[in-house]
C-alpha cells in the first residue's frame, strides 16, 4: 500500500504543475506484419467497456484463446496446438518474459489492465519477423497512450475476497515536441482455494510502476522502465497423488525490473527503426519444514536477465512493391541457486536477419514473401520462411515455417535434459472474411499445424524429465461473427475446433479443448455501458495420478462455461463508477487436473480524471 501512497503523490504533484496551456501530443505506432495473418485487436474502448479484472480474462473473452492455471507456473496460452513457449509477448515494441521460466513467459496479470491501450493478437506461426518464441502467435501488448494530454487519474475498487485495488496515473505533454506517462498501481486479494470444497484463501499482492518519456521530430521515439513485483502465498501438489493441496506459510515472490528504447530515425535513408531492452527477473519459493508436505523445507531463487536488439529498415518502397528488413539479437541468462547453493548458471544467444516483400500485383490481389535465418549459440545457422497470398482482397492463404530453442530451464534445471532438440513446425491457414454488410462482418480460418520434435514433459515425481515428442499435428478452424443490429449495440461470437494430436501416440495433446468459444454483447447509451458474456471450453486432457515411477495416468477435464457482466455510469465529465461480476452461476470448474477456478466474484469501483 505504501507505494501506491507514495506514488499517488508524485502524481499529484506533477497535475498541479501542470500547464493547461500545452497542446495533446499524439504518438504514431508503426509495426511490420504479414497481412495474410489471422489477427485479433482489442482496442481501448472494448478493454475498459468490458471492465476485465485481467489480461488472461480478457484474452479469454475477446480472442477465443484458452488461459489455464497452475499453482506454480505463470499462466498456460494455448494457440493453435502451441502452448506458452511457443507464443512471443511484447510489450510496447519489445520481448518481454521471465528467462528462467519453463516457457519464456511471465504473469500476464502482472501487469495493470487499466494501463493497456491496445492488444493485438497474431495467430499461427510469426518466427520470420519475430523469431522462434513465436512459433504459434505473438500477443503484442501497447500501454503509450496514441493521444497524450495533460491528465492526471485516480481509480479504486473494492470487492469480495477482501479485493482492493487502487490505480494512479498522470500523462503530461511537456511540449509540442516532448511528453511524459507515468502510472502506479496496486492490488490485494485473498483468493478462493483451488481446492475443492475448501475454505482456505491465499494472499495475493501485485505493484507495479511504469514511468515513460515520448519524443517526436527527425527521431521519433520513447524510453520506459517498468517494474513488476508479486507476492502471493500458494497452495502446493501432493506428490503422490499430483493433486493440488492445501498448505501453509509457502511464498512465491516474482520482480521484474525492465528498460527500453525506441527510436524511428525520420530523415535517414532506409527510415531505420532500433529498439533496445534489458529486463532482470528475479523467482523464488521459500516455505520452511512441514512434516509429511515439505520434510526438508525449500528455499529457492531463479534469476535471469533478457536482452534485446532489433533494427528495422525499409530498403524499397513504392505504390505497389514494399521490401522491410532487419536483424535481431537475443541474449538470455539464467541461474539457480537451491538453499544458496548455485547449481545453475548458463546463457544464450539468439542472432537473427530477415527481410519480407509485399507485391500488389492487381488491386485486391497481392503476394507477400519473409525468410529469416537464426543462429543460436554455436548451432549452424536455421532458415524460416513465411509467404501469404491475398485473392479478392478477404481470401487469404498463408504457409509459414517455424524454429524454437528450447528454454534455459528446460536444458539445465533439475528436471532439464541438455540433449533436447530444437522444435520445429510448419504451418498452414486458409481464412476468409466477409462484409456482410455496414453492421455485419465475419470470419473463417481453417488451419494445421505441424509440429517436430516438440517439448513435453514426461515421468512423475522425482523422474520428471522434458522430452521431444516426434511429431504432433493441430487441425482446426476459427469462426468470428461480428453485429451492430443497432447504436450503441455490439455482438461478437466467437468458435473454435481443433484437432491436438500426437501423430506417434495417437493421443490428445495436454491441456488443449478441442472446443473454444465466447458470446459477448456490449450496449452504449448515454451515460450507460452494459457488458455481458459467456466463455467456454470443451474437455481437455491432462495428467492425472502416477501410475509408477514414470508414468502419469491420462484423465479427462470436463468442459466448462461461465458467465459474466460490467455495467458502467458516467457520472459526470470526471468521474465514471463500474461494477464487474464475475462466474456469475458460481460454477468452479477444473482449470488443469484437480486445480479448480474460483467461484463468483465482484467489486465496485470509480475513476476521477483531473
Known sequence: ????????????????????????????????????????????????????????????????????????????????????????????????????????????????????RRIEIIKGGQTVLYGGQALSGVIKIDTIPQEIKSQSSLQGQIGTQNFRDVTVAHTEPLNESNALVLRGHGAWKDAESPVLDSSETYSRNNWNAEGAYVWKGAVDGNMKALFLQDFNNSPTTDRTTNQVMDTEDLEMFTRQIGGSTYMKFNELPLEPR??????NSLRTYDWPVVPVQNPTGTDQDYGANLRTARLDLTPYKSEKISVAAGLSYLYEDFTYRDKGVESVNTFSEQRGVFAKADYEFHPGFSLVVGGRVENWAD????????????????????????????????????????????????????????????????????????????????????????????KTETRGVDISYTLRPWTGGTFVATYGYQEPRNVDTGTWLLRRPLVNGSLKYIQNHDKHTAAVELVGAGERMDNGAPISMTTYATTAIPGYVTANAAYSYQWNNNINVFTRLNNLADHRYEETYSFYSEGFSGSLGAEYLF
Open 1 to 116: 500500500m505504501k507505494y501506491s501512497v507514495l506514488l499517488a503523490s508524485l502524481f499529484l504533484g506533477l497535475a498541479v504543475n501542470a500547464q493547461e496551456a500545452v497542446p495533446s501530443f499524439e504518438t504514431v505506432v508503426e509495426d511490420v506484419v504479414f497481412n495474410t495473418s489471422n489477427k485479433v485487436v482489442i482496442d481501448e474502448k472494448t478493454i475498459k467497456d468490458s471492465r476485465a479484472p485481467s489480461i488472461t480474462s480478457l484474452l479469454s473473452s475477446q480472442a477465443n484463446i484458452t488461459v489455464v492455471s497452475t499453482p506454480f507456473q505463470p499462466n498456460s496460452i494455448f494457440i493453435r496446438g502451441g502452448d506458452s513457449g511457443h507464443v512471443m509477448i511484447i510489450v510496447d515494441g519489445v520481448p518481454f518474459y521471465d528467462a528462467s521460466t519453463v516457457q519464456r513467459t511471465f504473469n500476464l496479470n502482472s501487469l495493470d489492465i487499466k494501463s493497456v
Open 274 to 279: 532500433l529498439a533496445l531492452s534489458m529486463q
Open 379 to 470: 548451432q549452424d545457422a536455421v532458415s524460416t520462411y513465411q509467404v501469404g497470398l491475398t485473392l479478392f482482397e478477404h481470401t487469404k492463404l498463408e504457409v509459414a515455417s517455424g524454429y524454437k530453442i528450447p528454454s534455459l530451464f528446460q536444458l539445465y534445471s533439475s528436471y532439464g535434459n541438455p540433449d533436447l532438440k530444437a522444435e520445429r513446425a510448419v504451418q498452414y491457414s486458409l481464412m476468409q472474411e466477409f462484409e456482410i454488410s455496414d453492421s455485419q462482418s465475419a470470419s473463417i480460418t481453417f488451419f494445421r499445424s505441424d509440429f517436430t520434435d516438440l517439448i513435453q514433459i514426461s515421468g512423475s515425481f522425482p523422474s520428471i524429465k522434458y522430452e521431444n515428442v516426434s
